[in-house]
């Protein structure tokens, strides 16, 4: 695994504007960066993150089928009850799933460790899936790569398969409206590159803003033309939607959700204990346990973070050193949980500057199905971090 400079396109912003990626920059910062990318080798590649990333994946589904049964394990988690027999028949009729991503650290050398599970409003996914693509497939035009260079990248291909296959088994009910919030350019943008998925696929779409949903008088979710939501893709928290004026209509509303409601579950990250519970001494899994006592200052070599937090946010992290780092956020008196500090790698550029990656591992429809690497000046990611292409280059 190595970090390497590489000349950008001239043309890539044109191209990314035309494409629709209008959130290639973020408040004036780059966040599409393919002024270098990281090379890795094919072995790496299949023994340290893909195979691993099924086991991982497996582990998880495993652990929803055993929380999904125990209102225990659902409080633990600080799952409303209100919803426990909504999230349990949604996993008993296996609701179908589309995607996720779950996040690891890894240098090249040795087992790639989860930090986090995204497996209910994953973004970054248009980048992995289709901008990054395509930045492979130009640069071995413009010799930048060799003729062999390849990527780690299925993501575009099973996602339209995924559609295809719940469509064509009558899993999921059409039209199928995709919603994100309407002032997010990248949610938007997600929503987007999974419409038009869904549309290669050959499966009838709508689009609407999250605002935009209504509840009819008999209790159907339905559009701003009034037409009935019968399954909905929202980019959108379960959690979230739970505290909406909604929120108590979902269980009855008979409208199917992408993703569904057991995935509540997953987006959680209390399962990362559970997890290390389950398996501890796994060498993909870092220890993790319930912070009982989160008033009590972090000793050094853990890492706090939220139940519910997303994009780095509220997250304390004390080094083994004892150095102090913390990231704001709006999640400050949510539960939490603590979890064994692993750094991640740091990759210095010409000019000495520190650079530290996170990989996504991405899996759709259960099925390990690519990465893309997010970077940041410091060690942890936030949504301001930097998208960075990958190649293979054995």
């Known amino acids: 695994m190595k970090r390497i400079a590489v000349t950008p396109r001239p043309d890539w912003r044109d191209q990314a504007q035309s494409l629709g990626f209008h959130f290639h920059t973020i408040d004036g910062a780059p966040y599409w960066d393919e002024s ?108 930048v790569l060799g003729p062999k260079a390849d990527q780690y990248n299925r993501i575009q291909e099973l996602l339209i398969e995924t559609f295809a296959t719940l469509a064509r088994d009558q899993r999921i009910a059409t039209p199928v409206h995709f919603a994100a919030v309407e002032g997010s350019a990248e949610d938007q943008g997600t929503v987007r590159y999974l419409r038009d998925c869904a549309e290669q696929a050959g499966v009838e779409t709508l689009e609407l803003s999250i605002e935009g949903i209504g509840i009819s008088a008999e209790g159907w979710f339905t559009d701003g033309d009034d037409r009935v939501i019968r399954t909905l893709f929202k980019l959108y928290p379960l959690e979230w939607m739970f505290v909406e004026e909604y929120g108590s209509k979902l269980a009855a509303s008979q409208m199917q959700l992408i993703e569904p409601a057991w995935k509540a579950i997953l987006s959680n990250k209390g399962v990362l204990p559970l997890l290390w519970q389950r398996h501890r001494g796994h060498p993909n899994l870092l220890e993790a346990h319930f912070d009982e006592t989160p008033a009590i200052a972090l000793p050094p070599g853990w890492v706090r973070k939220p139940l519910f937090s997303r994009e780095g946010a509220n997250i304390e992290l004390v080094t083994a050193s004892g150095e102090r780092l913390s990231s704001d956020g709006p999640y400050s008196d949510a539960p939490t949980i603590r979890q064994a500090h692993h750094a991640l790698p740091r990759f210095d550029d010409a000019a000495g500057a520190a650079n ?39």
């Open 36 to 143: 270098a990318y990281y090379a890795f080798s094919l072995k790496q590649i299949e023994d340290d993150l893909e195979q691993p990333t099924q086991e991982l994946h497996d582990m998880a589904m495993a652990l929803v089928d055993e929380v999904a049964g125990s209102e225990e394990l659902l409080a633990r988690l600080a799952i409303p009850p209100a919803y426990w027999d909504w999230i349990a028949d949604s996993w008993r009729r296996r609701e179908p799933h589309l995607y996720g991503r779950m996040d690891l650290a890894y240098d090249g050398t040795g087992p790639a460790k989860l930090y986090e599970l995204n497996y209910d409003t994953p973004t970054s996914l248009y980048e992995a899936a289709y901008f990054q693509w395509l930045w492979l497939e130009q640069s071995v035009e413009r010799g």
């Open 356 to 394: 530290y990656p996170l990989i996504g591992s991405w899996v759709v429809a259960d099925q390990a199905a690519g990465i893309g690497l997010r970077e940041d000046a410091g060690p942890i990611t936030q949504d301001s971090s930097r998208f960075v292409p990958h190649a293979i280059v054995d």
